[in-house]
């Protein structure tokens, strides 16, 4: 009897057991492996690997990508500390990046170093999809060791993170809610974001219409912060993507919109050339001399917290650290191209071609349709004093004397990702930029028949950080068409003046004709457009009541984004929204209070603008970049 009593008390403290383990895994979820997690973007030393956190978004963090243009880079390397002495198995969450369009093992080859060993497994040249695959094992002794990313080819491979443990045949999770709660569970990520302060206006993006909404509503008197998730500002007029400034300021009515970029603006014209001509110095200066204008680089917003249809914080994490704050504001602008901020706040949006019929627009598409303006990736080659050599590079598109492009650089008309969504896709898409530029070359240097032509010239630049040209557009109280333009119609709300034609670019018919379904190459008809001034009512949210937008994501047609997408025309939108959102604060109302009930007040400050006077004109370097504006059509 006594034996069976102690079987059913032994069995009834298995199942409490049992039941305060399941409540444990209920609560927090799965046990965390024993081991160490290591995010590679946080290196001490990132060497030669660069931080790209384009898609964290879509695959769950930032990641180094070892971007040598055909030539490894040097190591990234960090010091880890090792709890106890023992054999760890290392697994490394990769992706071969080539896999979409060539099976074979790719070339973004790399391995890991660890307590001065290289381990076997080569890294980065298998699977399909962004996964954890096993570097190896490493006997290692308690204290300090030195962990290491050999890059092998300069093909950009790419690491997102590293686990360590003595554990054997581990599952790792792979899917994003899975993998941000084993970040947590690891601490790599906080359990919860610190206070990153209260401002009167937080702007999310630090392109140029960033730029201009942050500096015009700091002038004005507000505390403002401004969030960029690169180490450089200015979005595509960085040296980073090296797309010059377009379009023309300074128009009417409102000739004093624009004249910030006397301020700030390069003084060359020209895309894809060096990087010292886009002076960034000088985004950096006026940035900077605003105290009201608190900077938080390479922070990117993951997060948002709603107050009914008001957004009450934002929580941005760094992309080199991890750490996150959350960042309070009675105002948002969404200036971050994508319209993310928006997007997570449930702001009404659209993404596509609007069909003819919807807008009755001319140069719609008879039937709406998912297409959009393509992302570039550019480069150019420099000339050598000696003959170079470029690997042979046979994972992308096959060229041959017919289908090669005989050029020494790329610039806008290199776009991919038309029939791709240039959000959920966008990696593929900027893989494909860099995959045909190397392949392209490639076959100049190796194999064409004007490769002497080439013997000395090597890539001196690719991008990794794709430029983008259309993707969400936030819908706000009115949405700009052709037929606004076209027409001349008048808002008692007109605001910044649009001056670049209707340019809607589509695939290159002779590049299509080469690789169907696959083009890189991207043409475009100029429909001229007389100078059109655009309604205050697009530079806001119609659903998210304290939510502004400056940049390609405001409320506009697809058709009407070839005219306004021009980024001299966006930073004068984010001059537009720092004035209004000085008159949100002076009255306590929210953007559409201003068009309501304060529109004289915004056209005073748009008359009377917030940059010098007495600045000299300086931005004439390309005048050509409006064509000769057509009469009025009536």
């Not at 007389?530 to 949210?541: E, G």
Request: proline fraction near 4%; include cysteine; aromatic fraction near 10%.
């Amino acid at each position: 009897m006594d034996g069976i009593r102690k079987i059913l008390i032994a069995g009834l403290l298995l199942f409490c057991s049992g039941l305060l383990a399941y409540a444990s895994y209920s609560s927090r979820g799965p046990a965390v492996p024993d081991g160490i997690l290591v995010e590679a973007e946080s290196f001490a030393d990132k060497g030669g690997w660069k931080v790209d956190q384009q898609f964290m978004d879509q695959m769950g963090s930032p990641y180094l990508i070892a971007h040598g243009l055909g030539r490894a880079v040097e190591d990234a390397s960090t010091e880890i500390s090792i709890r106890k002495s023992g054999t760890y198995h290392i697994w490394v969450r990769t992706y071969n990046w080539t896999a979409p369009w060539n099976k074979e093992e790719g070339p973004g080859a790399f391995r890991i170093k660890i307590g001065g060993k290289i381990l076997e497994q080569t890294l980065g040249t298998t699977g399909s999809r962004w996964n954890w695959q096993y570097a190896g094992s490493a006997k290692l002794k308690a204290g300090k060791s030195v962990l290491a990313l050999s890059d092998l080819t300069g093909f950009d491979g790419r690491c997102d993170a590293i686990f360590l443990s003595r554990e054997t045949g581990l599952s790792l999770p792979d899917d994003l809610s899975g993998l941000d709660s084993f970040r947590r569970r690891c601490g790599t990520l906080p359990k919860e974001p610190s206070d990153g302060g209260e401002f009167d206006l937080v702007v999310v993006g630090a392109g140029i219409g960033g730029i201009c909404t942050a500096v015009s509503a700091a002038r004005l008197g507000l505390k403002v912060a401004l969030i960029s998730d690169r180490p450089v500002i200015g979005g595509n007029n960085s040296a980073e993507i090296r797309v010059h400034l377009g379009g023309r300021s300074e128009m009417e009515p409102y000739p004093a919109l624009g004249r910030m970029f006397r301020e700030f603006g390069h003084s060359r014209g020209g895309n894809a050339q060096p990087a010292e001509n886009y002076e960034d110095w000088k985004k950096d200066a006026i940035v900077k001399a605003e105290e009201n204008i608190t900077e938080l680089r390479n922070f990117r917003a993951v997060k948002v917290s709603m107050d009914g249809s008001r957004i009450s914080s934002v929580v941005i994490r760094h992309i080199e650290n991890g750490s996150e704050l959350k960042v309070s504001a009675p105002l948002f602008a969404d200036c971050t191209g994508d319209g993310n901020l928006g997007f997570m706040a449930g702001a009404d949006w659209r993404m596509g071609r609007e069909g003819r019929d919807e807008f009755g627009e001319p140069l719609a598409p008879e039937k709406g349709d998912d297409l959009t303006m393509g992302a570039s990736v550019q480069w150019y080659s420099t000339e050598t004093a000696e003959e170079s050599i470029f690997p042979e590079f046979s994972w992308g598109p096959v060229f041959n004397e017919e289908n090669f492009e005989n050029v020494k650089l790329g610039e806008w008309t290199w776009e991919t990702g038309m029939n791709f969504d240039q959000i959920n896709d966008f990696e593929r898409i900027r893989d494909y930029g860099m995959l045909v530029i190397y392949a392209n070359w490639s076959y100049i240097k190796n194999h064409s028949s004007v490769r002497s032509d080439f013997a000395r010239r090597e890539l001196g630049w690719v991008a990794y950080v794709a430029g983008k040209r259309e993707s969400r557009r936030l819908m706000g109280d009115y949405v700009l068409k052709q037929g606004d333009v076209d027409k001349q119609v008048f808002h008692e709300d007109a605001s910044f003046t649009t001056t670049w034609h209707f340019d809607l670019h589509f695939p290159d018919k002779v590049n299509s004709s080469h690789f169907p379904g696959n083009e890189f190459k991207a043409e475009t008809k100029h429909n001229p457009i007389y100078p059109y001034a655009v309604p205050y009512r697009c530079l806001y949210s119609r659903n998210v009541d304290n939510m502004f937008m400056a940049g390609r994501n405001i409320s506009v047609t697809h058709v009407a984004l070839g005219s306004t997408r021009l980024m001299r025309t966006i930073g004068m939108m984010g001059e537009v929204v720092g004035m209004a959102a000085s008159i949100c604060k002076e009255h306590g109302v929210l953007p559409r209070k201003v068009y309501q009930s304060y529109l004289p007040e915004l056209k005073e400050l748009m008359k009377k603008g917030v940059s010098d006077t007495e600045l000299p004109f300086n931005q004439g370097f390309n005048e050509g970049d409006t064509l000769k504006a057509p009469k009025p059509r009536v």
